[in-house]
């Protein structure tokens, strides 16, 4: 036998079983709180016409075989459900969630998977911010579930129970690397990165040739923000600049920031959340913008998902939606280390 058992070698599995236990009584308590909150459990299908329009996101694809030899057509295995689930919210589903297989190629590492489970929901009529009450009640119920009462986590503690941390953005650029963000930040889709470039090196976090103005707001945020998130309390961290607004819609008091917000535990991301964009052309217009610079980068562009841009203009209602990583939270309430100790069975390497 190798010196690794394969993970279906009943020693390796016996030291996953702890953890997998914990999984399915966290899966339990979270459709518990969707339930006794009226919310409609879904299914939807993971192969789509565009897998998400995230322009460093890579995607699997495969061709649809129809009943004629010369009958096919190219889709991709999605990297969120989130346009499905959106065209059921112009339907007519007002709170709906899914537990779904998402695929993601490039991720692999400690807790990054290419397939991995996402909870995502969504509420019609309702602000972002009423997703930062779900994420308590969720988050809780999991650690009660698993029968803890912190997460400890890579040399981190974080407390789910005590009252969470609400920082923005830029306060958080503030606090932890002494820069005002804001001011670095024209409001553009594609801001001059130069003056945040030297606000950077003045810190000791150094840019790359040709690296955007949100190259470098990531580098600053791995490096000197993220580590600090999620210390002691679950960290909610907000009022994102509008140009790392994906599909949310900009604050109406101040057109530069996005409503949507990141949840942090012990230095890990766990959820990323949006008050929802209703308007097609606008939606367009990002789209497009996305896959050029995906294009610029990358040498490859997803199509548009034109079903999904006629379901917004048939009358998207003023939603807000969040996307969980589930295996994740299901690390901090185990224990676990990697991402494949809370899976059944992980991709096979």
């Not at 020693?11 to 996953?16: D, V």
């Not at 129809?66 to 096919?72: C, F, K, L, S, T």
Request: with cysteine; net charge negative.
């Amino acid at each position: 036998m190798p010196a690794t058992p394969p993970p279906w070698h009943p020693e390796a599995f016996a030291r996953r079983r702890p953890h997998l236990a914990v999984r399915g009584r966290v899966l339990g308590a979270l459709r518990r709180v969707f339930k006794e909150n009226a919310f409609v459990e879904v299914d939807t299908p993971a192969l789509q016409v565009s897998p998400g329009m995230e322009p460093h996101l890579q995607a699997f694809a495969t061709d649809l075989q129809g009943p004629h030899p010369d009958d096919r057509r190219r889709l991709y295995l999605h990297t969120s459900p989130e346009f499905a689930m959106k065209k059921l919210l112009v339907a007519g589903v007002p709170r709906l969630y899914q537990i779904a297989h998402v695929y993601r190629n490039g991720e692999r590492s400690g807790t990054h998977s290419p397939e991995f489970s996402m909870l995502e929901w969504y509420r019609a009529g309702e602000g972002y911010k009423t997703l930062i009450q779900d994420c308590e009640d969720l988050v809780r119920a999991a650690a009660v579930a698993a029968g803890r009462s912190r997460f400890d986590f890579r040399g981190m503690t974080c407390d789910p129970f005590k009252a969470w941390r609400v920082l923005t953005v830029q306060d958080a650029f503030l606090d932890y690397a002494g820069i005002d963000l804001l001011a670095t930040f024209d409001g553009s889709h594609d801001p001059d990165p130069t003056a945040l470039a030297a606000e950077a090196e003045r810190i000791g976090v150094h840019p790359h040739a040709g690296d955007r103005w949100e190259d470098i707001v990531f580098r600053i945020m791995f490096d000197r923000i993220e580590p600090h998130l999620g210390e002691g309390v679950p960290c909610v961290l907000t009022d994102y600049p509008v140009c790392m607004a994906a599909l949310s819609r900009p604050k109406p008091e101040d057109p530069r920031l996005a409503e949507r917000f990141e949840l942090y535990a012990c230095g890990l991301e766990l959820a990323n959340a949006f008050g929802e964009l209703t308007d097609a052309a606008a939606q367009r217009a990002r789209f497009e913008a996305d896959m050029d610079l995906k294009q610029r980068l990358y040498g490859e562009r997803f199509p548009v998902d034109e079903d999904f841009l006629a379901a917004l203009e048939h009358g998207m209602p003023e939603s807000s939606g969040i996307a969980l990583g589930f295996d994740r939270l299901v690390m901090l309430c185990s224990g676990a280390e990697s991402i494949d100790d809370v899976l059944w069975l992980p991709v096979a390497r």
